[in-house]
């Protein structure tokens, strides 16, 4: 039977709706401040007790110190409501092992278990970590007789106070002083749960410092192991009786703390992620430019170009081969000029048939021609007021080249089938991938338009070109697809950082998309490898430079490659390097220095 406890009576819980409040009429009154005439409702729907608050205007109502408006409740679930405490029970754990026949010693082995069980499934309403860290710590004191208990943490050798609670279920203001450094010492040391009875009187410990100062007497500690790792302790104490925990009290300590070993390893896993992430947002703001990443040479003296082409309304050609960012950076000049809060219109020459791109480009009017049921703008009457992007205009047809050249040098379109031009105030940014000059010569492209379109001509470099930028477009994009494919996936192994920077990406960015995308989609673990990536690390020269030149760029991709391995750590670097940590820091401050000139 289920029951409520108030004040130590027990109300039974029998009907489909049982109400509680300070009214007479109510099923359980609760004569308590702060409680209302009705306060609440308790409903039995699909075998679950569900509680559910009825006063909008009343005292909120807790389950477990948390504020609900309607919530199931578990097995020995605390209610308040107002200054009221009422204790919920699925059964009566006395009454029920009675009637299984089990009592004693074994009786109360099962009662822990039930809690440990009944624990598990309430892991699901926790919100944080932390909060099912003191849940299970106060599992543990209220099984073990304890009147404080501690979660400690191991953490680069040094030890935290993750978690301190006290019997009345609240969270103690903590330090490593209120325990034993050699209780503590001794399982750490050997990996092994262990019991003290009457530290005061035990030959091993009673000359402790912390034992004679804390006046301990009963004390367990068990530590938390994953997978061989001592991630921490639990360490929980009694100061007022002797012999409070016995053997079976210790076995049922190791049981909560296996549970606990799992949540601290997933509240380990999940600070790293933060921190990584935190790392790589660092990261993008100190090397990127608007929707531009990448703190190269070559990167810097296309933003120090951008922003001089940005403001004025001149044409641009963008130069660079399929992949490198053209789209991207013909958007952050739209976004940094005058235009910017006019439409950005794209639009790929090379994609659509020569028998539509007039259409498209100039529009037409209903009738025009077959199929043509409607009205259509153009992408110029489109873009106007704004920019126009012309993405692979090396594609385009020479018949096509002419009317391009016409609006743009006059400004005006004539929609196909029509028989008047409309007027339009466009900038034009193109973009190509193949040798306009070339193209000229051969005649399949027109020299006049070359001279319209090329103003200003912008070169993006090929990734191959930008070594420092690959491992930090790569954390970006892993990010970014991780969370769209939904995927675990949280970083790259370090032979995967150097086969990245090895490669020689042929495919630029759209190369390195592709790839992450598929190594998402089919990796196996949360780190991609080489293999995920189908990187071998083959090393590739792409161009000859001096070898005074060769050896400072070198040292420099190398130092940003350890610092990169050692997330950051300049002084683990230095030591991996052999060199003074003063090399690592004048190294970092040049490399700011460059940062702040591109700006």
Partial sequence: MSFLTYRGRPWKLFRTLTSIGSDADNDIVVDERGVAPTH????????????????????????????????????????????????FSLWDEKTTLEQEGVSGSA??????????????????????????????????????????????????????????????????????????????????????PIIVSDALNDTQFNASASVMQLQLLSVMCAPLLFKGELLGLIYVGNNNIVSQFEPRSLELLTVF???????????????????????????????????????????????RRIDKIAPTDVNVLLRGATGTGKELAAREIHLRSGRKDAPFVAINCAAIPESL?????????????????????????????????????????????????????????????????????????????????????????????????????LELPALRERDEDV???????????????????????????????????????????????????????????????????????DRILPLAEAKEAFQRRYIDQVLLLNNGNRTQTAKDLGVDPRTVFRHLASTRDDVGEGD
């Avoid at 047809?397 to 089938?417: D, F, M, T």
């Fill in 471 to 541: 491992v930090l477009i790569a954390r970006f994009l892993l990010k970014k697809y991780a969370k769209e494919l939904g995927r675990p996936i949280r970083g790259f192994t370090k032979e995967a950082i150097i086969a990245l920077r090895k490669h020689a990406w042929p495919g630029n960015i759209r190369e390195l998309e592709n790839r992450l995308k598929k190594a998402i989609v089919l990796a196996d673990t949360d780190e991609l490898s080489p293999a995920d990536l189908d990187l071998h690390g083959e090393l590739v020269v």
């Fill in 107 to 192: 009786g109360d082995e099962l009662r822990a278990y039930r809690r440990l069980a009944t624990f598990s499934l309430r892991l699901g309403e926790r919100l944080t970590v932390d909060a099912m860290l003191e849940a299970l710590m106060d599992e543990v004191i209220a099984l073990t007789g304890a009147d404080k208990g501690f979660l400690l943490m191991m953490r680069d050798g040094h030890r935290d106070v993750r978690t301190a609670r006290n019997l009345n279920r609240e969270t103690m203001a903590a330090t490593l002083n209120q325990m034993s450094d050699s209780i503590i010492a001794q399982v750490i040391a050997t990996r092994e």
């Fill in 40 to 87: 609440a409702h308790i409903r039995i729907e699909d075998g679950q007790f569900i509680l559910v608050a009825l006063d909008p205007k009343a005292r909120p109502v807790y389950v477990d110190g948390r504020s609900i408006k309607r919530q199931p409740l578990s097995h020995q679930s605390e209610l308040r409501l107002g200054e009221a405490l009422i204790q």
């Fill in 357 to 457: 791109m007039e259409s498209e480009l100039f529009g037409h009017r209903r009738g025009a021609f077959s199929g043509a049921i409607e009205n259509k703008l153009g992408c110029f009457q489109a873009a106007n007021g704004g920019t126009l992007f012309l993405d692979e205009i090396g594609e385009m047809a020479p018949s096509l080249q002419v009317k391009l050249l016409r609006a743009i040098q006059e400004k005006v379109v004539r929609p196909v089938g029509d028989t008047k031009s409309v007027p339009v105030d466009i900038r034009v940014v193109a973009a190509t991938h193949v040798n306009l000059e070339e193209a000229i010569k051969t005649g399949r492209f027109r020299e006049d338009l070359y001279y319209r379109l090329n103003v200003i001509s």
């Fill in 257 to 303: 703390a296996s549970q606990a070993a799992l949540l601290l390893e997933h509240a380990l896993r999940f600070e790293a992620l933060k921190a990584d992430n935190v790392q790589l947002r660092c990261a993008l703001d100190a090397h990127r430019f608007g929707l531009l990443i990448g703190a190269c040479d070559a990167m810097r003296e296309v933003y």
